[in-house]
């Protein structure tokens, strides 16, 4: 899916959490819960954390002054970020994390995902004149993995 360039560092950090996604969605017996625990911890603190401050706080506000943000996409997003951190301090706080928790984190992931690419950017694209989200591209965080 072509994507408008100044929203490259937002769609790139997109593949790496799929790559994470996949990973714990095929979370089974074989699987160190301690190695899932780690890289989730890790994939949140470097760059998920992050990443949904920039749609949250640079991103929505921005699509905000072009088109009304009450809609159920966005809603549905807004839900999904509150259960992805959900998981997350749940996988930080449970000492035995059950390997379906990771299975779900990772099909929630991917779903979250695949709504922001298929539906929202394209929205946000649609709505936002195109110097405005170069504009906003400057206050993305950089990606821990590639920097972009």
Known sequence: MKRHEAL???????????????????????SSIQKMTRD????WEM??????RDEEEVL??????????DKD?????????????S??????STKRAD?????????LIEKHVRLEERVIFPMIEKAVPENYLYQANGRFHRDSYSGF
């Open 73 to 85: 996409e966005i809603k549905e997003m807004l839900l999904q970020h509150v259960q992805i951190r």
């Open 47 to 52: 760059d998920g954390e992050d990443h949904f």
């Open 87 to 92: 998981y997350v301090q749940q996988v930080r």
């Open 8 to 30: 490259y560092p937002l769609s790139h950090h997109h593949h790496h959490t799929l790559m994470m996604a996949n990973q714990l969605k095929k979370a089974d017996e074989n």
């Open 99 to 107: 390997r379906s928790l990771f299975r779900e984190l990772g099909e």
């Open 40 to 43: 989730v911890i890790h994939f």
């Open 60 to 69: 929505l506000p921005l699509y905000a002054q072009y088109e009304s943000v």
